[in-house]
């Protein structure tokens, strides 16, 4: 009988997945070294401890934890020998036999990591690896499945918008009265948050973030591509769209991108044209779900309608000018009801292409249509140009490439379920749910080293699946 496999993942897991990452130490090699000639004491510990102790920030909740989970004989001894190992000729890397304390990373956190410059290199080292990681286990790759007119889920990148809960409750600029003194006192707060609006209307108060990732079909297979702070309340689809662009160049293999409604017309344009990336979203409604009265029809979602071109097609009975509309993203023709209603039927997608020409990719859909017009098919250009511009019409704002009502929009569009669970994963990471640290620089820091373990676990996992010799059949 087969030995039964171990169930779930534990702390140590967790600690051998992020010792085990390359990432960990390329992080720690933009680090500066102190020089000798300037005076003081050499560092305690290695730098990539310090990245370590932030990573495990995600793993026990909070850095007091962390010191004491540290300063247990067995976890400490593992974590020396698992450095041992991996560098056994090189004993720069190895720990002394003092477990790390919480002041020596706050001192390398505060002097060292979050420091502009030392953060910026963090980024662009993390985006790269990040990537790469992704290629190892099997996603974005360019030569992997799927086209443009049926993309696969491995090869297509999911984000959405986070608001970390500050520290402090108060807002900056709040004060408290002393009843002693009668001086009003100024209460801590993050001069970094701001007040942000979520797609249901309600409100967040804290700093905002997007978090690109892919992810595989095995529970721990998601790679967190790039973290962006947004620094403005309501720029949040502005920074996703430049997340994109810093992530195109890595993710050669990436097909598109899922997003919510925050996209709108001119940043699908940048997807399309410039990127050559598919945008699959829903088209912001003319009337949204109201809450409570859905059920009852009053507060369903009405779906915008426009006019986006005339074609002349010929059918059996000749020549017929037929007037093409967009509704909910898909293109389709209005229709005469014998009411004499008109109704809007959607075409059938038949196929999705780009082509690239000197400014960057032209994107057409052929659409199938109906018998009464010829049963032929039509092209129609899904990028907007100078001509929609002269009779201002936002081609991208109303046509989606797969649009909501397409076969394949529910089997993609799904994968936006796991942007909402990074979100509630990195909550279940926060103390009390409130970030780990003060200012923005601090907390990017703080989600890169999340992002780090994310990684380093999908990582570990796959290597270890490789690993494993297959599991004999049953008799």
């Keep these: 009988m087969a030995e039964r496999r171990r169930p779930g993942t534990s702390t140590f897991d967790r600690i051998d997945a992020l010792l085990a990452n390359p990432e960990l130490y390329e992080l720690a090699a933009a680090v500066p070294e102190v020089d000798p000639s300037a005076g003081g004491r050499p560092r305690h510990y290695p730098a990539y401890?310090?990245?370590?102790?932030?990573?495990?920030?995600?793993?026990?909740?909070?850095?007091?934890?962390?010191?004491?989970?540290?300063?247990?004989?067995?976890?400490?001894?593992?974590?020396?020998?698992?450095?041992?190992?991996?560098?056994?000729?090189?004993?720069?890397?190895w720990l002394p036999p003092t477990p790390m304390r919480r002041h020596h990373y706050l001192?390398?956190?505060?002097?060292?990591?979050?420091?502009?410059?030392v953060l910026g290199a963090l980024r662009d080292i993390h985006r790269r690896s990040a990537a790469a990681a992704a290629?190892?286990?099997?996603?974005?790759?360019?030569?992997?499945?799927?086209?443009?007119?049926?993309?696969?889920?491995?090869?297509?990148?999911?984000?959405?918008?986070?608001?970390?809960?500050?520290?402090?409750?108060?807002?900056?600029?709040?004060?408290?009265?002393?009843?002693?003194?009668?001086?009003?006192?100024?209460l801590r707060a993050e001069h970094d948050a701001s007040l942000h609006f979520e797609g249901t209307g309600e409100t967040a108060w804290g700093t905002k973030w997007v978090i690109a990732a892919c992810r595989s079909e095995d529970v721990h297979g998601r790679i967190i591509l790039d973290v962006e702070w947004v620094p403005q309340a309501g720029g949040e689809a502005r920074v996703a769209v430049d997340t994109f662009t810093r992530l195109?160049?890595?993710?050669?293999?990436?097909?598109?991108?899922?997003?919510d409604t925050a996209l709108r017309g001119a940043h699908h344009q940048t997807l399309l044209r410039d990127l050559g990336w598919l945008s699959i979203n829903k088209i912001a409604a003319k009337k949204a779900d109201t809450k409570g009265k859905a059920r009852r029809g009053?507060?369903?979602?009405?779906?915008?309608?426009?006019?986006?071109?005339?074609?002349t097609v010929t059918t059996p009975d000749g020549e017929v000018t037929l007037s093409l509309f967009a509704e909910g993203g898909a293109i389709g023709v209005g229709v005469l009801t014998d009411t004499g209603a008109r109704v809007f039927v959607p075409l059938d997608r038949v196929r999705t292409h780009r082509n690239?020409?000197?400014?960057?990719?032209?994107w057409y859909n052929d659409y199938r249509l109906p018998e009464q017009y010829g049963g032929g098919t039509i092209t129609v250009r899904l990028h907007g140009n100078a001509d929609d511009e002269k009779r201002r019409f936002n081609r991208t704002e109303n046509i989606r490439q797969i649009p909501q009502s397409d076969?394949?929009?529910?089997?993609?569009?799904?994968?936006?379920?796991?942007?909402?669970?990074?979100?509630?994963?990195?909550?279940?990471?926060?103390?009390?749910?409130?970030?780990?640290?003060?200012g923005h620089e601090r907390q990017h820091l703080n989600l890169l080293t999340y992002a780090l373990t994310v990684n380093s676990l999908a990582l570990w996992r796959h290597q270890a699946r490789q690993d494993e010799p297959p599991l004999p059949l049953a008799a």
Excluded at 54 to 65: G, I
Excluded at 75 to 82: D, F, G
Excluded at 107 to 117: D, F, I, S, V
Aim: proline share 6%; with cysteine; net charge positive.
């Design 356 to 362: 690239a020409d000197k400014s960057g990719y032209r």
């Design 135 to 186: 290629r190892a286990i099997g996603l974005l790759d360019p030569t992997g499945r799927g086209s443009w007119t049926k993309p696969d889920l491995s090869r297509l990148i999911h984000a959405d918008g986070k608001v970390v809960t500050p520290l402090f409750r108060a807002h900056p600029g709040d004060t408290k009265l002393d009843k002693e003194t009668g001086e009003l006192r100024p």
């Design 248 to 259: 195109a160049p890595q993710c050669r293999g990436a097909q598109g991108v899922i997003y």
């Design 407 to 438: 076969p394949d929009f529910k089997r993609l569009y799904r994968r936006r379920n796991d942007a909402e669970s990074i979100n509630r994963a990195l909550d279940d990471t926060l103390w009390l749910r409130r970030a780990h640290s003060i």
């Design 49 to 93: 401890m310090w990245l370590f102790f932030d990573a495990l920030l995600s793993v026990y909740d909070s850095a007091r934890r962390v010191e004491v989970e540290l300063s247990h004989p067995i976890v400490w001894a593992h974590i020396r020998s698992a450095v041992c190992a991996r560098f056994p000729d090189q004993p720069e890397f």
């Design 298 to 311: 009053a507060g369903r979602r009405v779906e915008k309608s426009t006019h986006v071109e005339d074609r």
């Design 107 to 117: 001192y390398g956190r505060t002097a060292w990591l979050a420091q502009p410059e």
